[in-house]
Every structure is written in C-alpha cells, then in structure tokens.
C-alpha cells in the first residue's frame, strides 16, 4: 500500500464509479447526504496525488468529516482523484477500520480554473490546500480571511513575500480560533517526536553539529508539450521543474530535512547560510525546466552552530534521507525510513517508539482540535522551515552568503502577475556569480 493508502487496483475500481455526469457518491455511489451541524464539510484544492491522499486522511480523521467541493487549475483531474478517495474509502472499509466520512461532490462543486480555489473556499468549512507551492500563499490567505480551517501541504511558499503572507495569515488564524495544519509530517511521526524530545533534553549534552540528507534517485516523468496546451499549461503541468511554481526541490521536498535541523533547534532560526548547487544530470530539454539537481549549505547560529544539509536528484546513485546530531556528551542517528533512532556515547539510548501513519495523523490532529476547540496552530514552523529552504535556494544561485535578516526580507516575488492560461515566461537556470540577490 502506497503512504496514500490506496491500492493501483482500487484506483481503478473507484475511478470507474464515477459517472458520466460527473456525480460521484451522490448520485454515482449512492443518495445524497445533506450536512448537519456537526458535520465539517472539506474542499480541497489541487487534486493531485498529494491531494488524493489528503482528501482520504481527512475522511478517514472524523466520521463526520465530509468531501463536499473540490478545485483544480486544469480539468479532467477531480473526477479520478475522488474515484480513488472512494477506492480507499472501500477499502478501509473492507479492512475493518474506524468510522470514515463520505463523499457527496456532485459535478456543480467540482470547480476548475486559477480562481476555483475560491468558489471552494466559500462551500466548505475545512480547506485542504494541495496545489503547487506558489499558490498556496494567496489561497491560504483567502481560507482563513474567509473563516475557514487549513490543512496547507509544504512547503507553505517558494518565496519570502509569500512567507510573510502565510505569517500574517497564521496569526490572523491564531486571533481567530482557526486551525492551521502543515504538510510537515514528520513532526507527527511518533519515533522521531521520541528522538527530538530526547534530543531536546540532553540526550547528547549540548547540540553544536547537524548533518541532514535528501539523496534520491529520480523524480517525477516530465510532460513534453503537447498540442494545445498554453506556456502555463505546460509549466504547470511540469510544475516541479520550474523554480517560479515549486521554489526548486530543495524547497519542494528536501525542505523536508531541513525541517528537521528547524525542528532540532527549536525553530530558531540560523542567522546566516551559504550553499553550492548546480545541474549536473538533469536532460537539457523544457519540460525539465530550470531547477537545480543538488544542492549543499550551511546554516550558521547565533551561538556558533552549524548545521549541514545536501540534496540531490541524481539517477543511478544511493539513496539517503537520514540526520545525524553531534553533540557535547554524544551523537544521535535519525533514520526515520529504516527505524533506526540511536544515541551512542555518555547516554546511549535506542528509540522504541512504534511506528505510525505520520500523514493520517496530520489530519487526526487538525479535526480533534478542531472539535476540541483548541485548534491547532503550526503557522511559525512550517513558515521558518519553508524559509529556511528559500534561503537555501538564494545562496546556490547567487553564490552569496545569505543572511536571515535578508532572506525574510527579500522582495523576491516569483510570480509577480496572476495566473491565466496563455503565455508565460520560461525561467533561467540560475548562474551563481551571474544571478543576482533581490
């Protein structure tokens, strides 16, 4: 089973549930449902796979929990993306799991275009924002200005001006009595709270070095353009390629190992950083756009720590996504995929937590806080991180030592004309020395 939860075959037999009218549950699957007041109708937008997954966690987090809209830039997604949320539905089902919510997104909520965020913001009271980062500053802004709770996938923008909007929009939450949820899963992952607490408690005295890694192999398949899509069509289309819509993969995924160094600290942050990176193997074609393939920086703090993190997309090579903290009276091992949380030296410890679906508990938490009344609130961390990846992402292009002052400062807007489809600007594959800090 995939960390979605959903089998290839019950894609398939989900997806084949949807009707011509493009009803699903509703009328394809069943009578409708009218909501009642206890129930928290979610909308999503962005039905990707990492939308997929999040629709099923959410329904699976509160029986009461209900898919009611759903949003996408380009059509011909939601339909096969609520066909296989029903598919594990089924199949959680079948395997005797806890009570889950239902599906009831009739073809009227089921939205698409650069705007369909706001039609389902407006349907729901829960809002799972799954789109490429570059949207998800402004969509954030209007859930929670719109009285909505947030589910908000990593990182939370690819720039700083979209940084200090979710800042703003998290503390707007906060005054509000809002729930604001990250995408940052490994903080809800049992065996690495176990490490962390120990790390935070002197498990290896006094913390003064961190290594982290994201070493993969491959990535997702690009899409050569193809007959009638737009510039923005196909760059959306190949959105991890291009730095404007996912801020490069050092922000896109490899944040997620630099959360950890965030997560170490205490989300304070570094005062200052440098990094190389550079394109060694990815092809030379568009749809591969103008993303880096590696990345390696250093964080510098206040008190004289450092912490070392590289990332790398490079095929035929190891893959590893491990942390390593040396400390005064030890060193801690982090291996989250393999299960190996070891501390060795004047207090050796090995982890014993059991393991646990980090992205089902995401939701778990979000809606109990919710219903608690005592909503959960992630929006400085998940924005430090996601910053910390950005200034990451400066030092390599610019070849420039990058401080943090300049880096939440930064007028650097990506995208600074709205979306429509149509022309776009293609990138340049930034030339350190050349590119130039803004």
Known sequence: MTNDGIHRREFVKGAAAIGASGFVAGSALGAMTKPNRDTLRVGV????????GAMLQALKADPNAMLWSAGEAVGGRIEASIGR????????????????????????????GFDAYKRVIDECDVVLLT????????????????????????????????????????????????????G???????????????LHGGGVGDLHTIQTTYNTTGWVRPNPMQ??????????????????????????????????????????????????????TRPDTPETGNVYDHFGVTFEYANGQRAYHMCRHWPNTPSDNSAYFLGSAGRCTMQPWTGQHVIEGDQPWR???????????????????????????????????????????????TGEVVTWQQARDSQENLNPDPFTFGDRPRPSIAVPGVTKFA
């Open 351 to 397: 982890g014993n937590a059991p393991g646990n679906d980090m992205y089902q508990r995401e939701h778990d938490v979000l809606f109990n806080s919710i219903r608690d009344g005592n909503p959960v609130n992630d929006g400085v961390s998940m924005s430090y991180s996601t910053l910390m990846a950005i200034m990451a992402r400066m030092a390599a292009y």
């Open 227 to 280: 007959d009638g899509w737009s510039e923005t069509e196909f760059q959306l289309r190949n959105w991890q390629y291009f730095t404007p819509l996912s801020g490069d993969h050092v922000v896109e995924q490899a944040v997620h190992a630099i959360d950890w160094i965030a997560w170490a600290m205490k989300d304070v942050p570094p005062v200052r950083c440098w990094a190389v990176g550079g394109r060694q």
């Open 45 to 52: 937008v962005g039905c990707g796979g990492r939308g997929t």
């Open 184 to 198: 940052f899963c490994w903080r809800y992952q049992d065996q690495c709270r176990e490490t962390m607490a120990k």
């Open 85 to 112: 949320v029903q598919a594990g539905l089924d199949a959680h089902a079948e395997e005797g799991g806890d009570p889950a919510g239902t599906i009831e997104v009739p073809a009227d909520r089921m939205h698409v």
């Open 131 to 182: 789109t490429p980062p570059a949207f998800r500053p402004q969509q954030m802004a209007a859930a929670i200005d719109a009285g909505k709770h947030v589910f908000c996938e990593k990182p939370v923008a690819v720039d700083a001006p979209g940084v200090r909007s979710v800042l703003q929009s998290a503390r707007k939450a906060k005054q509000s009595g809002l729930a604001v949820m990250s």
